[in-house]
């Protein structure tokens, strides 16, 4: 059983550009969680999607980044216009339930680089 | 305002035994997660409570106080290989996790 998968790996981006990290959740998995990090620093919650819904998008910022999780296909998390402040590792999790103790189990994260 | 505190930083001996405590304060609780992170990976989950009281798991262990808002992580017997950062995190009412900034264990031969 496969886990968590990201890709790419690692994304360098020139400032302005799209960057756009891709997040296959585990087999029998229909929630997924967006994090960011940076170096040092704990985990950043931003966005909590469904199939086709985005349930909680509160940590993520108004403009330039949006997600998606269609019924077929990887989630999507897209950064427009990308600045060097958006440099960080970006993971996915995912889990089977929200409404209970499951737990979240993580892909390795997109390192994305913003020169 | 929902808060997790943690140490950012230990140092602990080889062998030895060290305590990692994490405080919360959060609108509503459904379970405190303890993960581990190395450098340059993703995190992994190591252990859950709900209830009050000691969880033992090899040479591992999470203890939670609901009515303190306080949980540690007990490692046993340290090896090299334990080096690395120990996120706590906290279900709360919305079953949303909030996340501690990690405490990053160093382990000296």
């Known amino acids: 059983n496969a886990g968590v998968m990201q890709n790419p790996r690692h994304l360098v981006r020139r400032r302005g550009q799209e960057a756009r990290l891709r997040c296959s959740p585990m087999?029998?998995?229909?929630?997924v969680y967006w994090y960011r990090q940076l170096p040092e620093e704990g985990l950043k919650f931003m966005v909590y999607?469904?199939?086709?819904?985005?349930?909680?998008e509160s940590g993520m910022p108004k403009e330039r980044f949006s997600a998606e999780f269609p019924k077929e296909g990887p989630s999507i998390l897209r950064i427009q216009q990308v600045v060097r402040g958006d440099s960080a590792a970006y993971f996915c999790?995912?889990?089977?339930?929200?409404?209970?103790?499951?737990?979240?189990?993580f892909g390795p994260g997109t390192r994305l680089l913003v020169l | 305002g929902q808060n997790i505190d943690q140490p950012t930083e230990m140092t602990a001996t080889e062998g030895a035994i060290v305590q990692i405590n994490c405080t919360y304060q959060?609108?509503?609780?459904?379970?405190l997660f303890w993960y581990q992170q190395h450098a340059g990976e993703a995190p992994t989950f190591l252990s859950y409570?709900?209830l009050d009281g000691l969880e033992e798991k090899g040479r591992f262990s999470s203890f939670l106080s609901r009515s303190k808002g306080y949980s540690y992580l007990l490692l046993k017997e340290l090896q090299m290989k334990d080096s690395a950062s120990y996120l706590c995190?906290?279900?709360?009412?919305?079953?949303?996790?909030?996340w501690g900034a990690g405490t990053k264990l160093i382990i000296k031969p």
């Open positions: 087999k029998g998995h229909s929630h």
């Open positions: 409570n709900v």
């Open positions: 959060t609108s509503g609780f459904n379970g």
């Open positions: 995190a906290v279900s709360d009412s919305n079953y949303q996790l909030i």
């Open positions: 999607l469904q199939k086709e819904n985005i349930i909680d």
């Open positions: 999790a995912s889990s089977p339930l929200s409404e209970s103790k499951e737990t979240q189990y």
